[in-house]
Structures are given as structure tokens and as C-alpha cells.
């Protein structure tokens, strides 16, 4: 299994009248998850597409289990319990600065070829980059 | 059952560099849905709100079929297939132009007092315009 | 000149906590307003993009006098003084439903290639229906 | 003159179809930049809205000169001239990661009294933290 972790406030834009974060911007979170889970491993969602490769979201599931709030610093928890096949599930969690458990998503990906669209397989730079935690 | 339809175009701003309708905008267009299935029935969110009555949501499930484009007029099918109690859960499909389905989703959302953000059964107000339909 | 006025509801997510209309999201508001303009005068900002021509913006100048809230029907009245040359200048005037003025705005845009991203004179097909406007 | 900066990576659900951050999305990017420069002082723009203040904004200018692209790691700079009064202008300059200029903007806000959004001087807990860069 592989987890990775970043830091990020929610901005006031990010905010609604009823002074949360408006729920339509989580998923903005889960992407920048992924994004910076990728960086850490020494890979990029860029360098994916720099390849020919995009990821389209194929599922999401998100659960609201308490809100974010307006300048909170959230920790995204981006977790990967399988290794990526024809398409790839990330598993979120947000928690807030004193470590409460705001928000939980799942997200399914698919790997297409940016040239035609058309489904690929994960690339094999990626599940290279990921096999270390599946052993 | 209820079922309503809005119609709104995909916004340049609602792109992204893959030229699709970006991934994390689909929740607003389940916001429009709701807010005019209600203003269709003669209420709406916005006088909710000023009773005093705030819906947060629960939870999302999101799946996505086909792209959403640029400068496509979509059109945003809300349903409801139980009259609300404690939560509701509205269905959503959205299709393009010719009527192709794109994307469905399931919004959960509670009902709470403003005041004091406490979760309530929903409002006899509310419940009175989607009765006729479930009859 | 030319005037074109379309109507449009500000959304629930694009409110912040402030209880106000996102002062972020009013140039999504003069995008739909050209864009609509355009569709009103025949022709499309898509088309435009199908022919190979993009508008990338240069310059925003933004007044905001009162705010926009929540479900209100906004009026976006989109005004160009001149006929366009190497670049374009739209004004905007936001209204709210009684007819006060809540926003003012000036965007200028310039034409490129799309190929290249280089500049370019404004195509003639949008000089055409830009001219009736001008005699 | 007192002067802040802070990196922010441009994410995909930013960009749009032209391939570039979309022009709307430039106004969040001030946003966080006026905010942790505050954070950098030592205070913060919730504890203003926590003490009862809000700061509107009143206008903007802004001059996009080069595009900002997915994934960048933009530097915000955060400039202010003058001691704020009864208003404050913040400017801005945005640098990708070689330090080329991409845009500006200038800034002005208000300052309010959240209990009835009437304009007030700016608070004399702001102007404290701001008056060592100006003597």
C-alpha cells in the first residue's frame, strides 16, 4: 500500500455562504492528492501527459463527514491499495489541523492515449514507480 | 417520482487542457439541477435558507460516461425517487445535446437549523411541493 | 456600437462567506456575456476556436459598486464601442433584477493562431458581424 | 514598502482548453498572496474576520503577459506602497519558476463592519503590523 500526504489551505474563494468549503471543491483536492503523491515519488501527472498519456475520472465517491473551514490547513491523505491495471483507484482522506477526520472520497481513473483517446493500459514508468510498496 | 430538467452551457472556464468540462465543476451542475427542480415546484433553496433551513451534503456519487464539452448546452435531469425524511437523495443524469447520457450522480444531503447547524426532518414547507408526485 | 444582454443566476458555489457573489468569478461572467453575445450575432467563440483562432485576454480593469448574491438574476450587458482590430475591448455592465447597477468591467482581448499562439489581425468573419453595428 | 512572497503550483482543474490558467482563476492566485502575507506579518485575515472586519474588494486591474501553464510553481508577489486608510492597494506580480514576469494586477479593498458591511478606517491592529516597512 502506498500513502503520501500534503498540506494545503482552503482558500475564501473555496468557501460558500454557509461558510464552508462549497462541496464542489473537494475534488480540486483530491486531484492536487494525487498530483503531489506523484511528485513525491519522482514522477508528475505533466511528465504523464508530456508522454501522451491523460487520466480521465471514470468514478467518484465522496463522504462529508464534517466541513472545512475557510484558511484550515487540510491534510490530504492520498492512498493507493493496488497496483494500477486498466485503470487506477485512489482512496482520499482529509483531516484538519488536530487531526479530525473532515472528508473521505475514492476516485477511479483510466488510462487513455492522449493522441486518439482511446483506454491504455497503466504505463509501465508509473506501475515502476509504485511496485516498491506492493512487495 | 419527480423528475426536472434545466438546460446550461459548458462554460469556457469550466474546461480544462484535456478539453473536456473539468472533473470537479460536475457538482455545481448537480446544484443547478436541485435549485431549479425547486424553483419549478414554486419554492426554492434560497427561501429555505431564509427560513432558517440550511442542506449540506452528505454525499456524492459521481460517474462519468462521456466528456462534457465546451459550448455544449447540457441538459441536467434531477430526480427524486422517495419523498425526503431526515436526508434526501436526489438522482441526476446529464445529456448533451442530441441525448446522449454523459453522466450520472447521486447527491445525499441533510436538512440542519442555521442557527445552530443541528440536523433536523425536513421542513413540512418542502415536503408539501414534492408530495402531489408521490401519490 | 454593439450591446447584447443575457441573464444568468449566481450559483450557490459561487458564493463565498462573506455572503457575497466571489469577486473571483465575475470574469466568468464577462466570458459567457461575449460568448453570448457572439451566439446572439450568429456566429460562436467555438466556431471561432473550430477556424483556429483563440482570444487569450490581456487586460482586465473591474469596478465592483454592489454586491451580487445568491440566486439573483444577474443581467450581463455586453458592449463593444469599436470594431475590432489587432485586439478587442468588451465593457460590461452587471445588473441585479430591479435594474441597479452592481459591476463594471472592461476586457481586452487579442486574436491568435491557434497553431502557434501568434498574433493575429481580427478575422473577417467576425469583423462582418460586428459591421452592421458601425455605419 | 512592504513586500511578501509565496509559491503556489498552478492545478489542472485551473487550466482550461487553451491550455493555460484560465484568466478567471488569476483572482484566487491575489487572493492567497494578500492572505499569507498577512500570515507572514504575524496576523491573519480570519482573525480580522473574526474581530468583525471584512474586506471587500473594490476594484481590480489586471495584465496578463505571458501564460501561466499546469503545474508551475508560481511565485506571488504581494506588494504594498502606501499605508492603508479608509482603502489598501496591494500590487502583484506573478514570476514563473525562471523568474519571468507573467502578470499583474493591482488590488484595492474596502474595509467593513461585518455586523452591517458599513465602511470603516482600516483597524489599528492592521496598520501596526504594516508600519515597520514604512518610516
Same mark, same amino acid.
Given at each position: 500500500? /502506498?500513502?503520501?500526504? /500534503?498540506?494545503? %489551505? !482552503? &482558500? =475564501? ?5 454557509? @461558510? ?5 471543491? =473537494?475534488? *480540486?483536492? =483530491?486531484?492536487?492528492? &494525487?498530483?503531489?503523491?506523484? &511528485? ?7 511528465? $504523464?501527459?508530456?508522454? @501522451? !498519456? ?22 490530504? %491523505?492520498?492512498? $493507493?491499495?493496488? $497496483?494500477?491495471?486498466?485503470? !487506477? ?17 475514492? !476516485?477511479?481513473?483510466?488510462?487513455? %492515449?492522449?493522441?486518439?483517446? %482511446?483506454?491504455? &493500459?497503466?504505463? *509501465? ?8 510498496? /506492493?512487495?
Amino acid at each position: 500500500m /502506498f500513502v503520501s500526504e /500534503f498540506k494545503m %489551505r !482552503v &482558500r =475564501y474563494g473555496e468557501t460558500d455562504q454557509m @461558510g464552508y468549503m462549497y462541496h464542489g471543491n =473537494y475534488a *480540486q483536492y =483530491y486531484e492536487v492528492g &494525487r498530483v503531489e503523491a506523484l &511528485r513525491q515519488l519522482g514522477t508528475s501527472y505533466k511528465a $504523464l501527459e508530456e508522454e @501522451g !498519456v491523460m487520466m480521465p475520472v471514470l468514478e467518484i465517491q465522496s463522504k462529508f463527514i464534517r466541513p472545512a473551514l475557510y484558511d484550515d490547513e487540510i491534510t490530504i %491523505r492520498t492512498m $493507493l491499495r493496488e $497496483l494500477p491495471k486498466a485503470r !487506477v483507484s485512489f482512496e482520499f482522506e482529509l483531516l484538519d489541523e488536530s487531526g479530525n477526520l473532515l472528508h473521505t472520497a475514492t !476516485v477511479h481513473l483510466a488510462f487513455v %492515449r492522449a493522441s486518439d483517446m %482511446r483506454p491504455i &493500459r497503466c504505463p *509501465q514508468s508509473l506501475l515502476e514507480v509504485f511496485k516498491p510498496y /506492493f512487495t
